[in-house]
């Protein structure tokens, strides 16, 4: 089972993050809070997409469901 530690850790792996915060209730459904400055002038589907790189196979296999909300920094401040 996928601890939300372990989700925490695969993302921070692959995306600098400014801030996280990462739910799984269940150790299969998830939601995650992920500001970073990579995110600039991206849309929300490749913020997503992101994100997903840094998971890889695991999404739909042992992530099978993840609610994304996607920051850039100053966003994060409003």
Known sequence: MVTEEDL???IEAGLKCSHLEVHGPDG???AALVVSAE?????QIQRHQLVYRCLGAK???EIHALNLKTLTPDEWKQ
């Not at 995110?39 to 849309?43: G, M, N, T």
């Open 8 to 10: 925490r850790g695969w």
């Open 28 to 30: 299969v459904h998830f």
């Open 39 to 43: 995110f600039e002038d991206k849309s």
């Open 59 to 61: 999404m739909g296999n």
